[in-house]
């Protein structure tokens, strides 16, 4: 399935249906009358939060969304039906944005949440309802109100407790991979993931999400590399994981230029609380390691958790790390997968600084 975080669409309510124009003409009544019903209602544009999606692909087939219109009324003081109401089941984290995207409409959190966007026009009245002791055969109606139209932009925003983040080929997939059921892809090249990933992490009893998004490079926030357009799939993330690879040319230095590309973002990002993990550990030995992990506390760090994504070593560590900024009864309703805690006891490793 391809990932679509964007999308913009064409909404319209269902006009209200005419009025009848209508005389009763029965036997043994005299002189009968005006009879003519109300039209029914339009139908509304309804939005609806869902599970199971993550992605607006679906909007990129199906971009005008029109509600029927209502019923016209009929003679014997008949209102027309009502027509039904057209709902748009949007994944849970999508924002509804104005055409412009200057102003956000809505924004979906939880799973069932229901919003009437647009609503239907009202039925136009019947002739019946125009009759008075003056006017005893009338022949006036209503046509029934338009619906409303308008251009909306729909941008998701995928809701997790954890988001990971790091400049290109840090070993994010493999850290993924190693702690949640996601199925990353992992090359040794940069760029691997091009588009944001889920995982579901399972840790001494507890259950939280965790969110991977395409690695940073300096001049993001200006478009270099793929830009800072998947910075918005973490803004929601309680606490942060900045994975930096121990085998890169200058620690410290990465660990600047992602902080200053989250500043430049905006919307809090910079002040998220963030847990720095040294990856890659299973190629440096523990002077190295040690060494860059005060070059980080220098630069800023309030703490390094050295790890190793690829054999899993200080992960366990890391993990009881998050749990302290998580909720006590973090849950998910997605099918998990159990993740053991992968942590080595028997060779133990370096421990955080």
């Known amino acids: 399935m391809h990932f679509l975080d964007q999308a913009k669409i064409f909404l319209k ?21 005006p009879d003519g019903g ?10 609806e939060a869902v599970q199971g999606l993550n992605t607006l692909i679906d909007f990129r087939y199906a971009q005008h969304f029109k509600a029927k219109r209502g019923n016209h009324g009929q003679g014997k ?37 229901r919003l009437v966007f647009l609503e239907g026009g009202m039925g136009g009245r019947g002739n019946a309802s125009y009759k008075s002791s003056t006017n005893r055969a009338p022949r006036q109606h209503q046509p029934g109100e338009p619906g409303e139209e308008m251009w909306v932009w729909l941008r998701l925003k995928l809701l997790a407790d954890v988001g990971l983040l790091g400049l290109p080929n840090a070993g994010k997939s493999t850290f993924i ?17 091009l588009v944001p990933k889920l995982g579901v992490v399972t840790h001494k009893g507890r259950e ?17 590399g793929i830009g800072d357009r998947f910075l918005g799939h973490i803004e929601r993330c309680r606490v942060l994981i900045h994975l930096i690879d121990i085998s890169g040319d200058d620690p410290a230095e990465a660990y600047r230029t992602v902080n200053a590309e989250l500043e430049a973002y905006g919307s809090e990002l910079a002040d998220k609380p963030q847990v720095v993990a040294l990856n890659k550990l299973d190629l440096a030995d523990q002077e190295l390691g040690e060494a860059f992990a005060e070059e980080l506390l220098a630069a800023g760090a309030d703490k390094v958790f050295p790890i190793s994504g690829a054999t899993g070593a200080g992960t366990g560590e ?5 749990l302290g900024y998580l909720p006590d009864h973090t849950s998910t309703e997605t099918k998990t997968v ?4 992968s942590s080595d006891d028997s060779n133990p490793e370096w421990s955080p600084i």
Not at 38 to 47: C, P
């Open 77 to 113: 003081d008949r209102t027309g039906a009502g027509a039904p109401d057209l709902v748009v089941k949007v994944p849970l984290g999508t924002q509804v944005l104005s055409e412009d995207k200057e102003e956000v409409l809505a924004d979906f959190t939880e799973v069932g949440q």
């Open 318 to 322: 890391l993990l009881d790390a998050l």
């Open 338 to 341: 159990e993740v053991e805690d």
């Open 38 to 47: 109300n039209g029914g209602k339009g139908g509304d544009i309804v939005f």
């Open 177 to 193: 991979n190693q702690v949640s059921n996601a199925k990353a892809k992992v090359g040794h090249y940069a760029f691997t993931t």
């Open 208 to 224: 939280f999400v965790l969110a991977d998004i395409p690695g940073l490079i300096e001049g993001a926030a200006e478009g270099a």
């Open 13 to 33: 309510s269902g006009a209200g249906g005419p009025g009848a124009v209508s005389f009763r003409r029965e036997k043994y009544i005299e002189y009968g009358g």
